[in-house]
């Protein structure tokens, strides 16, 4: 049920004023789409430009930004043709494995 949700949906939108590193929003990307996050740093520095961004708490501009999306489906269009390679680029698991056990032979000796 989650996949057919990521891979319909026009926009995924995640207004959080806290959060962790959210997994959910790496999962939409995965699935290719436009995201729109709340400008926390623990969003914001996930989505680098990949994304559309909004002031935290401020729902005038979430408004703002959603209508946005819906007026320019080209620009939600092009945001979902770069998400996936982005996100599985920049938290490629392999890579993240990699760095960890560097971490770990470098305390090692």
């Avoid at 990307?29 to 989505?47: F, K, Q, T």
Wanted: glycine share 2%; hydrophobic share 35%.
């Amino acid at each position: 049920m989650l996949d057919e949700l990521y891979s319909n949906a026009y926009i995924y939108t995640l207004p959080s004023d806290l959060e962790g590193m959210p997994l959910s929003l790496l999962e939409a990307m995965s699935y290719g789409n436009c995201c729109l996050v709340s400008d926390i740093p623990e969003c914001a520095e996930v989505v680098e430009d990949k994304a559309l961004i909004f002031k935290k708490s401020d729902v005038d501009e979430l408004r703002e930004k959603l209508q946005h999306a819906c007026d320019y489906p080209e620009k939600v269009k092009e945001m979902k043709a770069q998400a996936a390679d982005f996100i599985c680029k920049k938290y490629n698991w392999d890579a993240v494995i990699n760095e960890t056990m560097k971490l770990y032979r470098k305390n090692d000796k």
